[in-house]
């Protein structure tokens, strides 16, 4: 079955620091990848997606490029910042399909 | 526009009670799905509803669990009798509906649910 792995966490970075989370993912066809973030107290937010090879999701500053040659889906973030401290879920949705498999999430913890 | 709310936000109950959590999407979405994200584990499938009928269940971990969405608007997740193992964070999504597969869930807060 479909399956998303994602690095442990947690990964605590300071201040305007480079962000890497990677992420990789076995799936037949060609699924739709996520991010998710899920801040202290709040629920999940869609932070960005991609749904075919080569295309880039960008938001809020952060980036993942979906790579079907690795199948990978890292997200980077030039500079972080203390708001960034969450929690941060890489996912996918099967082609021809709605449900979400979810990786087992990353805690960022940036500091000033 | 109201996002997706879940209630209760906490629910601690003994082993062998009876617990209902409640979703309410957002106005107008068809679909309504339900993960739970037990502790320390990847969040999970556990159902999907198209209006009121139910698309996929195949994630609904055994007979304990039902799962109703009364006029294809809200939706109640009832576990009866609760378990230790059903602790947990659960959450709710839905979406638009329509012709696209590849739509955006929009999650609820979820409710955190703790068996003793």
């Known amino acids: 079955g479909d399956s998303v792995t994602q690095m442990e966490g947690p990964v605590t970075l300071s201040e305007e620091a480079f962000l890497t989370i990677n992420c990789t993912y076995t799936?037949?066809?060609?699924?739709?990848l996520f991010w998710y973030v899920q801040y202290p107290g709040e629920g999940l937010q869609l932070l960005l997606k991609?749904?075919?090879?080569?295309d880039k999701g960008s938001n809020k500053g952060f980036e993942a490029t979906y790579r079907k040659e690795t199948t990978s889906f890292h997200l980077e973030k030039g500079s972080v910042q203390v708001s960034d401290s969450a929690v941060y879920f890489c996912a996918l949705s099967p082609w021809g399909g709605n449900m979400l498999t979810f990786g087992g999430g990353t805690r960022l913890m940036v500091k000033p | 526009e109201a996002g997706v709310t879940q209630f209760p936000s906490h629910s601690v109950i003994e082993k062998g009670q009876t617990v209902t959590l409640r979703c309410d999407p957002i106005s107008g979405h068809d679909n309504l799905y339900w993960y739970r994200r037990v502790m320390g584990k990847e969040i999970k499938f556990l159902l999907h509803?198209?209006?009121?009928?139910?698309?996929?269940e195949s994630g609904m971990p055994n007979n304990r669990f039902l799962a109703e969405r009364t006029g294809g608007t809200y939706s109640t997740l009832k576990v009866q009798p609760a378990e230790l193992e059903d602790s947990g964070v659960y959450f709710c999504?839905?979406?638009?509906?329509?012709?696209?597969?590849?739509?955006?869930?929009?999650f609820g807060p979820g409710t955190r649910l703790l068996v003793l």
């Open positions: 799936a037949t066809g060609y699924p739709s």
């Open positions: 991609a749904t075919k090879a080569d």
């Open positions: 509803f198209v209006k009121e009928s139910k698309q996929d």
């Open positions: 999504a839905s979406s638009p509906g329509g012709t696209s597969r590849r739509e955006t869930q929009y």
